[in-house]
């Protein structure tokens, strides 16, 4: 999909203006051309047929009612009250000033690239006597409402999620946050897609070199259409062919908001309910969106939980296979009596067999997503019952097999921001443990850990950010301290220290 040219530029874009309404209105008729959706309405005055104005939209894109009650019916049916208005300024001016101003706020374009991006966003285009052009915000197409993101459900906290439309998504951020620091900068990208992208971020708190660096990898975007907020993730992404991402994303505008606060950036694209979150610390990965509504030692718990979890979900089959395949010897007696036991009745290899069936438990759990819910759940839970049961009765696998299959794939649904990468690592550990056994498992670990450990996000290192501990940065990593005891906006942000808290009387006492 990428393009050779500059992706914020239109192929109207050399197109200006003329001095003539009827030269605006046949070109900008020619640019759709064979598109019955557009629309071009003549209107003329009443008290002046001399005046004459051309308007332009897309049928079932704007609110009708605006647009005729706002634009059409003062054209048509109203006069020019002030004698001298009509050599107060040009045909546009005067059209802004005294027919739509009282209607509401429009502004003038240059160049036939804004009235197609208009246009094909759902705004209404006058074309004015004079050759001139105003854009009118009328945008009536339907939008999903405001609900709690299926992806980020919580059991306790605010239920907003953001939808598919641009404005709608600034708004809840800008109720969440209701200070003039917030700045909300424009661009647009895709040549072919024009989509509108909104870079937001506190001034005040902002790591000026992370928006810098953004801004620079923005500028060498060159792409036909951005149509998901991935688009944009793969290429800015600091490490495009890992399985670990640097840019984090969220639905939930409550979660936008703390990490603006922390001084990060957020990218929000048009037609994506997906914020992006900017600088991505690796320990994200393991925090849940309800970690600071609940009592910190839940939440520390269940972060906990969630990293051990991952650990499980990525060493143990081959932990598994290590040890059974290559050092038994460091397994008590009756339990190995037990798996040779079993293996024994199994014709295959024990790699084969765990590869087979978490290929077959991928299987299960790609068919739960892609099926309607109640369907899918039903369909994953018995299938892995009947094949699993199945398999045990026809010999073909062992029962600790299915368990530490089972045991591994269930935990990876724990992390689910990890999802992908602990797929890749769990079947690069096994592959490395089935050809060298544990020698092979502790490599493969250990090229893991290397790689997590020089991960980068924009400059900023996802694990060891400054080649030293400190206990304000590591009070809501692994665990989540009280919020009275973080004292300190986290290691992104230069302006570090908090503003004094309700509980700062703990201080006195």
């Known amino acids: 999909m990428p393009g050779t040219q500059p992706a914020n530029k239109h192929p109207a874009e050399d197109l200006k203006l003329t001095g003539s309404l009827d030269l605006n209105a046949q070109t900008l008729q ?14 003329q005055n009443r008290y002046d047929k001399e005046r004459r104005y051309c308007l332009a939209y897309c049928a079932g894109m704007l609110d009708q009612h605006f647009v005729s009650e706002a634009i059409i019916r003062p054209l048509a049916s109203e006069r020019m009250d002030t004698p001298g208005m009509k050599n107060a300024g040009t045909d546009t001016d005067v059209t802004l000033q005294q027919f739509i101003y009282a209607h509401g706020p429009g502004k003038q374009a240059e160049t036939f690239a804004e009235l197609v991006e208009a246009v094909t966003y759902g705004d209404a285009v006058l074309l004015t006597p004079d050759g001139g052009a105003l854009l009118f915000g009328a945008q009536g197409f339907p939008t999903r409402g405001i609900a709690e993101p299926e992806g980020e459900k919580i059991l306790s906290g605010p239920r907003e999620g953001f939808c598919e439309a641009l404005m709608p998504n600034l708004t809840l951020i800008r109720r969440k946050l209701r200070t003039n620091d917030l700045r909300l900068r424009f661009q647009t990208f895709g040549q072919r897609s024009r989509t509108r992208v909104c870079v937001c971020y506190l ?3 902002v790591n000026r070199k992370v928006l810098e660096e953004l801004e620079r990898r923005l500028e060498t975007v060159c792409i ?5 907020s991935n688009y944009l993730t793969e290429l800015v992404d600091d490490h495009p062919y890992s399985p670990f991402s640097s840019v984090g994303s969220t639905e939930r505008p409550d979660i936008v908001a703390s990490k603006l606060l922390e001084g990060r950036v957020a990218v929000f694209l048009d037609g994506s309910p997906v914020a992006l979150t900017l600088p991505y ?31 499980i979900a990525t060493m143990l089959p081959g932990l598994y296979i290590a040890v059974t395949a290559f050092h038994q010897e460091i397994l008590p007696m009756p339990l190995l009596i037990s798996i040779a036991r079993e293996k024994q009745a199994v014709p295959f290899p024990t790699g084969l067999e765990l590869f087979a069936l978490l290929i077959i438990f991928d299987i299960l759990r790609e068919t739960g997503v ?10 994953s839970i018995v299938g892995a019952l009947v094949l699993g049961q199945a398999a045990v009765a026809a010999k073909l696998a062992s029962t600790m097999v ?14 689910p921001k990890l999802s992908a990468p602990a797929l890749t690592l769990r079947y690069g550990i096994l592959t490395l443990s089935m050809l060298m056994g544990f020698p092979g498992f502790v490599l493969g670990v250990s090229v893991a850990l290397a790689h997590i450990l020089s991960l980068r996000s924009f400059g900023i290192g996802q694990v060891a950010l400054r080649g030293k501990l400190r206990a304000q940065e590591m009070k809501d990593v692994a665990v989540r301290a009280p919020v009275f005891a973080m004292r300190e906006r986290g290691p992104v942000s230069p302006n570090r220290r908090r503003s004094r ?5 703990r201080d006195a006492t």
């Open 281 to 311: 610390l690796f320990a994200e990965n393991f925090h849940a969106s309800e970690d600071h509504y609940l009592n910190y030692i839940y939440a520390s718990f269940s972060r906990l939980l969630r990293i051990l979890s991952f650990g």
């Open 224 to 228: 036909d259409g951005m149509l998901d």
């Open 203 to 205: 001034d005040s708190l």
């Open 501 to 505: 808290h309700a509980a700062a009387w």
């Open 30 to 43: 020619e640019l759709f051309q064979d598109d019955d959706a557009f629309v071009l309405r003549p209107i």
């Open 370 to 379: 892609r099926m309607p819910s109640g369907l899918g759940q039903a369909m």
């Open 402 to 415: 299915i368990v530490a299959v089972a045991l591994s794939g269930v935990t990876s649904l724990l992390v």
